[in-house]
């Protein structure tokens, strides 16, 4: 790991254990000010890597992140929170954690150096040329996430790294690399800070403008959720008066012909048809929100 700029000592955080609490909070605040503008640079990678997913999705493939330790986690928190942000399919997003689920909850840093079980995680995957393969590494060194990659890539999956080093072998086994150059962390080597905000950004993005590109996002309303309780029933009934300008008993009672489906209620109202249009048109569709009004208004 040595000569690697992440883990590098960091000179502005130089004498950190001698600082008062507030100093060492400004100290990390103006560390963590660099990370969006490190992701920043790297948004033209990000895009295209928006498209591919979104193009994976939309024929049936599916996102597959795979990381160890913090950045397997990170993985693991954006694949488990597609579904109920966007009601989608739990098979969708998946992710793969070194040392499996166990992992989440605490350290198993022997499998990181794992290029077998690596490899193994991904061959029970059957990674197909319609999936795109997230490998998702600070160092961009990990093994086992190098590993999975490479047999992704050569099944004919589309494989994206996430690293915060430039020219890592994860890097050079991707076909598409997203580098975020964080620098060194307040602590040295602690790459769940800094590396970690940025990874946790990158995701956000890729997963978000993904299903954006699907239409399950309409306007900036997260409008494709599942009413499952109290906070989402009500989210949907705002995202119904600010998406059609009604009231809350309108919104109300078009949730209800609507089958309390959000989606559905929208096309309802946006292209003024029945139930029974609008589900149609969502279908023709595949869930996107604004292609099925025109497609509903026009028929």
Not at 88 to 117: H, P, W
Not at 260 to 286: C, D, I, Q, Y
Request: proline share 3%.
């Amino acid at each position: 790991m040595r000569g690697l700029v992440t883990e590098k000592s960091n000179s502005a955080s130089a004498g950190l254990d001698s600082k008062s609490a507030l100093e060492i909070a400004r100290i990390i605040n103006r560390e963590d000010a660099k990370v969006a503008g490190a992701v920043k640079r790297a948004l033209p990678q990000i895009a295209r890597a928006i498209d591919w997913i979104a193009e994976s999705l939309a024929n049936d493939g599916r996102l597959i992140y795979v990381g160890t330790g913090t950045s397997g986690r990170i993985a693991a928190l954006d694949a488990a929170e597609c579904p109920p942000t966007f009601n989608t399919n739990r098979k969708m997003v998946q992710f793969i954690m070194a040392g499996g689920a166990k992992a989440l909850a605490e350290a198993t840093e022997a499998s990181e150096d794992s290029r077998k079980l690596g490899r193994e995680a991904m061959v029970k995957k059957k990674p197909e040329r319609d999936d795109v393969v997230m490998g998702i590494a600070a160092s961009g060194r990990t093994p086992f996430t190098i590993a999975a990659i490479a047999y992704a890539r050569a099944r004919g999956a589309r494989t994206v790294a996430v690293t915060c080093n430039r020219n890592s072998p994860l890097e050079r086994a991707a076909e598409l690399a997203i580098v975020a150059e964080v620098g060194p962390e307040a602590v040295a080597g602690s790459t769940r800070m800094k590396a970690g905000t940025a990874q946790k950004m990158i995701l956000n993005m890729l997963s978000t403008g993904a299903m954006t590109r699907l239409g399950y996002v309409y306007g900036n309303l997260m409008v494709n959720l599942h009413l499952k309780n109290e906070k989402l029933a009500e989210r949907g009934i705002g995202i119904l008066e600010q998406a059609v300008g009604i009231g809350r008993e309108e919104s109300q009672r078009l949730l209800k012909a609507a089958h309390h489906n959000v989606p559905v209620a929208l096309v309802m109202a946006k292209a003024g048809v029945e139930r029974t249009r609008a589900v149609k048109a969502l279908k023709e569709s595949r869930g996107h929100v604004r292609r099925a009004i025109a497609m509903a208004g026009s028929a």
